[in-house]
């Protein structure tokens, strides 16, 4: 069984499609799957797909990337995530690649999930994109080992990823991996521990190949599997185990 770890079926191109795709999951025994937040005006939707399907779970939190809007507080991130279903704090994070100019706000965003995610004891679903070096320093400021929690699209090099590895945090692949052109994520996913990896298709962006350029959902996170597989030369199966065992391991709160 597999498990997509960063998915955003509440975006319109997944949920107007939402029978088809959950067939298709069901196809590829693709067991279950994480409905990230991205926005908190958009949270009562990524939470009622979790309550409506037993093997649906969500996050709460808002992207580095939505600039003047109203900030989240510590209080609010946790009075939101105080549900069963409500596995992870993000998505959060920095991404100097959009954005430009003063950034401390998103700086200062990403502290407050932190916080919020201690304060709640689960773990923290982070994006970076051009901003390894100031990731990592925060999360180190403000203790993020304390609750640990996922990498995720992972785009960075190897040391980076064992500096966050150092500091509880799993390593998520997408779609990215099966590029030709990714030499770095490919070494990156060749060389970090088994038991630190996760799986994802970001869906509906990053479709692997064979799909890509096309809309991604949860089933094609299959392909992520193989091509892990491929790199490391070990089966299908035992990649399907590890990152499965590895999400249920890491988020915690995940009831089944």
């Known amino acids: 069984m597999l498990v997509d770890s960063h998915c955003h079926l509440n975006f319109p191109e997944l949920l ?6 959950k067939q298709s999951m069901h196809d590829n025994d693709v067991g279950y799957a994480l409905c990230i937040s991205v926005t908190l005006p958009d949270f009562p939707q990524v939470l009622a797909l979790a309550e409506a399907n037993p093997n649906f779970f969500a996050s709460v939190g808002v992207h580095p990337d939505y600039e003047n809007i109203d900030e989240p507080t510590v209080a609010e991130l946790v009075a939101l995530a105080n549900h069963d279903k409500v596995i992870a704090i993000g998505e ?3 991404d100097y690649f959009r954005l430009t100019g003063d950034l401390e706000w998103q700086r200062s965003r990403f502290r407050t999930h932190i916080q ?3 304060k709640c004891g689960k773990p923290l679903v982070i994006h970076t994109r051009n901003s390894a070096e100031d990731t990592l320093r925060i999360m180190r400021e403000e203790n993020a080992h304390k609750v640990g929690g996922v990498m995720h699209c992972f785009t960075e090099n190897l040391e980076v990823a064992l500096n966050a590895i150092e500091l509880g945090f799993y390593i998520s692949f997408s779609g990215i991996v099966t590029f030709k052109n990714a030499a770095v994520i490919k070494e990156v ?3 970090v ?4 990896i996760l799986i994802e298709t970001d869906s509906p962006y990053l479709a692997p190949i064979p799909y890509r350029g096309k809309t991604n959902q949860p089933s094609y996170v299959k392909h ?8 490391r030369g070990i089966s299908f199966e035992q990649v399907a185990n590890a990152t499965t065992d590895n999400f249920f391991r890491l988020f915690k709160h995940a009831y089944v």
Do not use: D, F, Q, S
């Open 193 to 196: 521990p088994l038991n630190r």
């Open 16 to 21: 107007n499609n939402l029978a088809a795709i």
């Open 92 to 94: 959060t994070g920095l």
């Open 189 to 191: 996913a060749m060389h």
């Open 116 to 118: 919020a995610a201690i």
């Open 224 to 231: 992520v599997a193989e091509e892990i597989a491929k790199l």
